[in-house]
Structures are given as C-alpha cells and as structure tokens.
C-alpha cells in the first residue's frame, strides 16, 4: 500500500510499504477514507524528528471502513464506518475505567515512561505505524474506534479522531464559568475550533495569532480577535484592558512548544521555510521559537485565581516555568493529550446537517495522498491560507 512516511527533519515521503495485517485478535485493519494533516505531525517534522525512526508511517487522524478484524475485536464488523481514535486504549483498564483513555494501563509506552500508544507518533510512544496510508492496523479494537452513520460525507466526522475533542477537552479543562471570558491563544485547528466550541457555549471569546487568514476565518464566525503583530510586548495589557483590568477566567495555550517568539519570527519562519533543511533548522532554533512563550503569556493574560488549559505540546524536561507568578496568581492549570472516547457523545449531536461548529468548511485543502510531502510543507509554513488539510488514499 501507499503510505506517507518520516525520513528525516522536513523529509516526509509518499511510498509502498507493506500491507497492514491481522496480528492479534484485538486488531482490526480499516481502510481509510480520509485522513488528516496536525499540528502534532509537525513536532515530528521538525523539534521531535529525532524518536522517528527512517521510513516510521506518520499520520494520527483517520477514518475509513473495517476491512478485517481479529476474532476478539467486539461489535465491529467488516464495512463498518469508523473513525479511530488517535490514542490505542483497551477500553476496560483502571485508566480507561476513568476515562482517561491516553494514560491506557495496557497500551502504556513503560519502557520511554509515556502514556497510551499513539498511531503515527514515534518511539515515544510506541513506533505504532499511523493512518496516513491506504490501510491502517488497529491494535484495542475493540475499544479503539468511534462508529459512524452512513450518509454524511467525511468531512462531517473527520476531526473526531483528534481535533474536535481535543479542543472540546480544552474548553471543559479551561473551566469558563457560565457567561464568562475564554482567550484562546493560537488559532490553528485546535484553536479554531476552541473558539467555536466557546462561542457555541456562550463564552465571550477572544481568539489570538499572528496570521491574518487564521484571524479572518474567526472574525468572520463572529469571535472577538487579536492580532499578535501588533501587540508583541503588550498582549496582556491588551487583554486586560479589554476585561475590566482583570483578564479573562480562562485561557486556552493551543499553541504548543512551537510558539512564535515575536512576530518578526513569522518572516523568519517563512524566510527559514525557503533555505534548505540544514540551513533552516538552526535559523529556527536560533532566531524563531521560545518554547514557553505561549504558555507564558497564558500564565500572564489569565486573571487571578483563572484557569489556564494546555492543548498544545510541551516537551522537554529542562524548561522553567514562572512558578512565583502561577501561586502568585493562584492559578490553575489543566493539559494533557485529549482523551478522545470521554467527549463523543457530547460532540455528535453538533454534528448534524446544521453544522453548529462549521465542520463542512473547515478544511481548507483536501488532496490525494501523493501530495503530502507538499502539504506538510505548506501546511507548516502556514501558506497559501492553509489551516487543516485531508488527505484522500
Ligand atoms: N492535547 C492534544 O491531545 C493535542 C491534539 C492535537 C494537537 N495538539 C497540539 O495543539 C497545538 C496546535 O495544533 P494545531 O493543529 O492547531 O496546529 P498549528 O501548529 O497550526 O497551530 C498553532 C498556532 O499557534 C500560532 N502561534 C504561534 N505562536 C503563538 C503565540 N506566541 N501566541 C499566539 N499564537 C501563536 C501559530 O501561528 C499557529 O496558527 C500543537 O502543539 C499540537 O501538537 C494537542
Ligand atoms: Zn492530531
Ligand atoms: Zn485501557
């Protein structure tokens, strides 16, 4: 089968790799439909690209239908339209009891100390081939995967595996209370659909960024935004004098450890994008990202006694965090990676012909498999309007 595979920091390649097949009796192979590009792809693109093996398939975000399964993989049947959950969980573990599906006692990665085995998601956690591919492996099939109706076409349920709950798990962590101020800072996927997924629950929302057509697609949806370009050293005063001198209750950091560090780094990015890949790193590291800025600014917007949320990544144990300022502020803190399963059924009955959230229109590039390598670069260097790209196999 075609698959989309990592070869190195900005080398991802389109080849045939094996088919994926029935190994144990919990798995099933689902051939997938649609699948998409994250934000968390592009840790592997670039800072994380050292747990990637050569050849490792990327890709966390599919949906398709059941080709074959194991003889212990429950209700599922062969035809079935599902969309698979980026985390593997067995669904009947301590943690998966809890719903904390990413902290999976039977699929935990003990010998790198992580949580859940992701799909597509490196040594880390696990080296599990991903979804970016014709057909796709699922181990804790039983459990892993989200049934779907027929009809609607996929762009309808195509962010259920990731980014819908994801930004849905940001909202609930951020604790808005009722009529209250949400700030999401980042207004990719993620945080698309956070201020989406506020404004539908009543929150005044204010959405931060520093490119235009990120801020356009939200502004035009009705959410309050901010232009980060114009407020490089005084976004929380900006902030603060926009909620009577206090800021809001809670933010949301759906930036991740890739934050722009001034928004002169946008230029520097799009400049380091155009240099060849041993060139652009160091340019990067060196003139572009503060790892912490986001969660930072988070710790500073947030009003005393708020509640920050952390979609985005963080990775790296060596990084200070402004510890006097968050017991200071007294403020609480909520992150982690989403635990798909426990937001669905909170999630499907905006998914109807409605369209509360604007799934329909959400992605702006939809594209054969062959054309990853492209989009991974365009959607990287935040081209040509690109906000979330499908792949079809
Ligand atoms: N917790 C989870 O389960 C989970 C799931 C999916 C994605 N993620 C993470 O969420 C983050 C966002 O992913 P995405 O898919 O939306 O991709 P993305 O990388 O396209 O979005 C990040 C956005 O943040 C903006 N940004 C950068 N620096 C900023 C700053 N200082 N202030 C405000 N905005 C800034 C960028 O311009 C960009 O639009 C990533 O870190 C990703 O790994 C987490
Ligand atoms: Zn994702
Ligand atoms: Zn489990």
Redesign the pocket.
């Known amino acids: 089968m075609k698959a989309v595979t990592w070869h190195g920091k900005r080398d991802v390649r389109v080849e045939e790799v094996p088919d994926p097949t029935i190994q144990e009796p919990t798995d099933a192979v689902v051939r997938v439909t649609t699948t998409n590009i ?3 792809d ?2 592997l693109y670039e800072p994380l690209g050292s747990f990637m093996g050569s050849g490792d398939v990327l890709g966390h975000e599919a949906m398709g239908v059941v080709e074959a399964v194991g003889s212990q993989t429950g209700d599922l049947r062969v035809g079935d339209r599902v969309s698979i959950p980026f985390q593997i969980s067995c669904g009947h573990c301590w943690m998966c009891d809890r719903g904390l599906y990413t902290q999976c006692e039977t699929t935990q990665v003990r010998d790198q100390g992580t949580g859940a085995a992701l799909f597509g998601f490196s040594k880390l956690y696990g080296e599990v081939p991903g979804g970016q591919a014709e057909y796709l492996r699922v181990p804790q099939a039983q459990f892993t995967h989200i049934k779907l109706p027929e009809g609607p076409a996929d762009d309808r349920f195509a962010y259920l595996s ?2 819908l709950p ?1 930004a849905w798990q940001g909202v609930e962590y951020a604790a808005v209370p009722d009529g209250g101020t949400l700030v999401v ?8 659909f956070a201020c989406r997924i506020g404004a539908h629950k009543g929150y005044r929302v204010i959405g ?4 235009p057509e ?1 801020l356009e697609r939200l502004r035009a949806r009705g959410v309050e935004v901010i232009d ?1 370009t114009e407020h490089e050293d005084d976004l929380g005063d900006a902030i603060r004098a926009m909620t009577d001198g206090r800021g809001p209750d809670s933010v949301v950091d ?7 560090a001034s928004p002169a780094t946008t230029g520097v990015q799009k400049a380091a994008g155009l240099l060849p890949s041993a060139l652009a790193a160091p340019l990067m590291k060196t003139a572009g990202v503060d790892r912490l ?2 969660l930072h ?1 988070a710790i500073d917007v947030v009003r005393r006694g708020g509640t920050v949320s952390v ?3 963080y990775s790296g144990a060596a990084d200070p965090m402004p510890l006097v300022t968050m017991f200071d502020k007294q403020v609480q803190l909520r992150m ?3 635990n798909v399963k426990r937001w669905v059924d909170d999630i499907m009955p905006l998914l109807t012909d409605a369209d509360p959230l604007g799934v329909d229109t959400f992605a702006t590039h939809r594209v054969p498999l062959d054309q990853a390598p492209e989009m991974y670069r365009t ?1 990287a260097e ?1 081209a040509d309007g690109c906000v979330k790209v499908q792949l079809k196999p």
């Open positions: 994250c934000g968390s592009l840790h990731d980014i994801t800072l980042g207004l990719g996927p993620v945080g698309d931060v960024d520093a490119v990120r980060l759906a930036v991740g450890m890739e934050a722009h800025k986001a600014t979609s985005g990544v982690g990676q989403c959607f935040k």
